[in-house]
């Protein structure tokens, strides 16, 4: 069985940050394992621009902003498999993968990091009726076709879900002649950033119905259309306001979840509501050794957060290697009151440096609101925020001194308050 | 003469329903909006809206079959459809090279399309 230091699950963002985040602290003995026949993962299909903000100051494509990962990691030497899949981990670091060449390989490591990102709702999760005819695609599927494979999935497209994926690809298909008939969202408010309604939408004349769902698809080798409806509050389809619409394709771009088949087999506990792992400060799983990065931990907004999070994991699995331990409970954070979730779960003030960046989403809009934390019962934090969306990721940073102060602290708490 | 515009703001997550007032084609008042982020916002949207524009090509012998491109800046929108026009029918031939210049002064904007990725040629004939 061949030892490494470090294995990587996964070459996309998060694991090409955390590869080199544990090579600044001078790990030499790292692995990289990828499934697809290139690093950059999910990024190179995201051939738009806007990535890479925060992290370059400039505006990147995303084939363009895995580059510069790729590049830094081939300069720091840092060895990875390609075509090469996972399919087995254990709480004792063993890893089975298997790929062509090699046949299936056995591997030791001192610590593994989880960077396998996230997949797509399928329609089975969100029961549509209707007939189970060709042309239903997710919208990353047919993303992956369109830019990396040069097919087009169809003519006459409606797209259900107003994430950021969706979206992107409602103009992407009409810049490659596709007519893109409507982009029906069951919420009463799109969960993409209002750039992409006005440039991938409002620039094309495509309609974008808010408060609408699919009742039905009709067809019987193919799509030949869908039914649309108005949804009343509780989000149930209101009769009467039906509407027929002819088209080929259905793009459903209706929510992500992490991909966490393998932290199951080692016994990585797992939030129920992000689907990813529970995590420390130090972005640890209950498993010693075991860490998560990117969007197989939470599903992020921006890369630029993917990366700042996945060098911090590298770098404390680094130090884990190194002898350091983080292990020892530390204090619960809930989220509470609009907050759905926060990452890290625990929090061990012992292993905060300067400050810990805790990170959530809410699960509605608020205007005027503000975001609380409290320690115990005392409000320390008290941030004034014009908007909260759940389509975008919030960040709280707890500082030293804060832990200082309580040193008695059991719980932790992040809230949306009116006042 | 005087013009209203209705633009959505794209600076932030609130997004403001502006009303923008056009005398002589340019900007004389804008409403709706909290910040001044909005008024530059249409102020350049009525005046002279750009975009990025991406999309990809085909590559004969590379190791994947498209490869993706990019504006090297913005261009104005009107321009979208006549730069994708052109885009269309091309095939590059593989290795390509991440900023290799596509083709030059497209839909005479004299802005260039550059590649925004790498494609190697591939080993094995197929």
Redesign the interface.
Known sequence: MKEYDIVIIGGGPAGMAAAIGAREEGIEEILILERDSCLGGILNQCIHNGFGLHTFKEELTGPEYAERFIQKAEEMKIPYKLNTMVIDINKNKEIVAVNEEEGILEIKAKAIILAMGCRERPRGAINIPGSRCAGIYSAGSAQKFVNIDGYMPGKEVVILGSGDIGLIMARRMTLEGAEVKAVVELMPYSGGLKRNIVQCLDDFGIPLKLAHTITSIKGKGRVEGVTIAKVDENRKPIKGTEEYIECDTLLLSVGLLPENELSNKANVKLSQITGGPEVNESLQTNIEGIFACGNVLHVHDLVDYVTLESINAGKNAARYVKGESFNEKGIELKGLEGVRYTVPKYINPKNIDKAVEVRFRVGDVYKESYISVYFDETRELHLKKRILTPGEMETVKLTREMFDKYPECKEITVKVEGE | MREFRNL????????CDMEVTLEEGKVSEVKGN?CVRGKNYAEKECTNPT??????V?VQGG????V???TQSDIP?NK?MKC?EELKGITLNAPVK?GEIIIRNVADTGVSIIS???VAKTNEDM
């Open positions: 959505i703001c794209i600076g932030c997550p609130i997004g909290t975009r990025i524009v991406t999309s990809s085909r190791e994947i079959d498209s993706s491109v990019k929108k979208i994708i991440a925004t990725k790498t």
